[in-house]
């Protein structure tokens, strides 16, 4: 079991959740406190549960027309295909 640092922040609309360098927005207090206690737990079924259902796969992602500059001086921007 290895468990990483955690980071806990109020924000606007709940808290926000860093664990090692992934971080994630709780709109409730119960509800962060319940995926604490998951991680808790059992850290290592909980990263693997999370980065499955977070990880953006390539194929998903669709190049955005960008305006008429060159592609050298402008960063790529990319959509997320929602339709899975």
């Known amino acids: 079991m290895k468990y990483r640092g955690i980071t806990i922040s109020p924000c606007l609309n709940g ?3 860093t664990i090692g360098c992934q971080t994630a927005v709780f709109e409730s207090c119960d509800s962060l406190l319940s995926a604490l206690e998951k991680y808790l737990n ?3 079924k909980t990263e693997k549960e ?16 960008s305006s008429n500059r ?6 790529s921007t990319f ?3 929602s339709n899975q």
């Open 50 to 65: 999370y980065m499955e259902a977070t990880r953006i796969r390539l194929q998903d992602l669709q190049p955005v027309a």
């Open 15 to 17: 808290f926000v959740c």
């Open 42 to 44: 059992n850290p290592d």
């Open 79 to 81: 959509n997320i295909n």
């Open 70 to 75: 060159s592609f050298a001086s402008q960063p």
